[in-house]
Nanobody, 127 residues
Framework: QMQLEESGGGSVQSGGSLRLSCVAS????????IGWFRQAPGKEREGVSCISGPDGRTHYADSVKGRFTISRDNRKKTVYLQMNSLRPEDTASYHC????????????????????WGKGTLVTVSS
């Protein structure tokens, strides 16, 4: 059974940074790809980033490329999302999800195969 729990959200000013964590309850995280998604009120869910397992290849949405960095520590069964140069438009509830493999289409991270989801952590960026 896979369970995911996000943490690290909070309120920051524009230009600030946050580091989100996604901790998995699975026996091992090696076989899973982990994606980060966000959703703001009135907007559709957006794929932010994904990191493959076990090769660790990374993917980013165009909207966050160059500002966000995804990484994983399989020993700690944790995936991180380092968010720098935050903008008000980054304000959203951020969720991590587990999948057999990342799926990227046209510069977007897809929810395909994301069968396990965390409850989310809120990120608020003020101008």
């Amino acid at each position: 059974q896979m369970q995911l729990e996000e943490s690290g959200g909070g309120s920051v000013q524009s230009g600030g940074s946050l580091r989100l964590s996604c901790v998995a309850s699975a026996f091992t995280l090696d076989y899973y790809a982990i994606g980060w998604f966000r959703q703001a009120p009135g907007k559709e869910r957006e794929g932010v980033s994904c990191i493959s397992g076990p090769d660790g290849r990374t993917h980013y949405a165009d909207s966050v490329k160059g500002r966000f960095t995804i990484s994983r520590d399989n020993r700690k069964k944790t995936v991180y999302l380092q968010m720098n140069s935050l903008r008000p438009e980054d304000t959203a509830s951020y969720h991590c999800a587990a999948t057999p493999a990342c799926m990227v289409d046209g510069g977007r991270v897809s929810t395909s195969g994301m069968n396990y989801w965390g409850k989310g952590t809120l990120v608020t960026v003020s101008s």
